[in-house]
């Protein structure tokens, strides 16, 4: 966070491209990656053990809450007086939570079944010899692929296709932000409950079934909000659930390494998804194949986490072979 405090504050005094770029693009975007959701899931479940879905879900929300609330509040700011008070505001913001971790963030974790460190290249052979491990990289990478790359890319240009004015397009996109912090929140409090792989699998069914509406909800606006309603519910619902996994079958002390490798499958995923939605509709006129290899993918993904046990948490991992599944 004074990461970012410092590179706002760097854009919103200079008058400097050079400065500006450094700023936003170095200085405060290494704050943006240390604060990004697979960190923030890592540090929750290394402190919590009971409700630890639940504390993630309302942990990670908070990225789809900034969207709902700190974007139209900065924006508000930057038309009434100038953009930059508006960086100048969340350089004060950035420090005000810097100061607020250091005092409520505990020092260290360390669970009763907590081992020793392990090397960088020791993590990485250790994961790549576990099947749940590629299970939850690809299906997560197929997850990033639906999502950043697919919907948070192509759907308003798809509206737009379709017809759409542009403030009921803005709005139902709007309504999908809500709904999806919902969503995180009770895939969260869920995973504490039941079969997480089930849970898992169904939330990426449901994905599925939701783009087929895409493929006929052109001219009926209808359509368009049921979509984001039922797309909301099963966004980003995947990371609380997710991340639980991780924790169970990868261990908790090396639960950074495999979340970073995993939310850098879904970033991979995220950047397909969106070069092969415009490459599609450049080649055939239109966002069909997009929506289709949707379907097929989540369905993919579906199948894919339907084949792992689910595992208590709190179980001891010091050593992970691959028959840990």
């Known amino acids: 966070m004074i990461a970012v405090a410092i590179g706002s ?60 609330l700190v974007v139209p509040l900065v924006a508000v700011l930057m038309q009434s007086m100038s953009w930059r008070y508006g960086f100048a505001a969340l350089s004060v913001a950035a420090l005000i939570l810097a100061v607020v971790a250091v005092i409520l963030l505990p020092r260290s974790a360390r669970s009763a079944t907590a081992v020793a460190p392990e090397s960088f ?38 509206t737009s296709f379709c017809g759409f004015p542009p403030l009921p397009s803005a709005t ?59 797309f909301g519910l099963v966004d980003y619902s995947t990371v609380p ?25 879904h970033a991979l995923g995220g950047a397909f998804g969106a070069f092969l939605g415009g490459w599609f509709y450049d080649i055939s006129g239109g966002y069909g194949w997009l929506w289709e290899g949707s379907i097929a993918l989540s369905v993919l993904a579906g199948l894919l986490v339907f084949t792992l046990r689910d595992k208590p948490d709190g179980t001891p991992v010091t050593r992970l072979t691959g028959a840990t599944r």
């Open 9 to 68: 504050a760097m854009v919103a005094m200079t008058d400097s491209a050079v400065v500006f770029a450094a700023g936003f693009g170095v200085v405060a975007a290494v704050g943006f990656t240390a604060v990004a959701t697979n960190v923030v899931a890592a540090a929750i479940a290394k402190n919590f053990e009971a409700g630890r879905g639940l504390a993630t879900g309302i942990g990670t929300s908070g990225a789809t809450a900034g969207q709902l």
């Open 172 to 230: 139902a996109y709007g309504v999908l932000s809500a709904v999806n912090l919902g969503g995180m929140v009770l895939s969260g409090y869920l995973g504490d409950r039941v079969h997480r792989p089930t849970l898992l699998g169904c939330i990426y069914l449901v994905r599925a079934a939701s783009f087929i509406l895409l493929l006929y909800v052109a001219p009926d606006i209808r359509l368009l909000y049921l979509f984001v309603v039922l």
């Open 241 to 265: 659930v997710t991340v639980g996994l991780a924790a169970s079958h990868l261990g908790i002390q090396r639960i950074g390494l495999a979340m970073g490798l995993i939310s850098g499958g």
């Open 121 to 158: 290249t020791a993590g990485i052979g250790i994961l790549m010899r576990v099947p749940a491990f590629h299970i939850l990289f690809w299906s997560f990478l197929i997850c990033g692929f639906t999502t950043t790359g697919v919907i948070e890319t192509h759907l308003l240009p798809y």
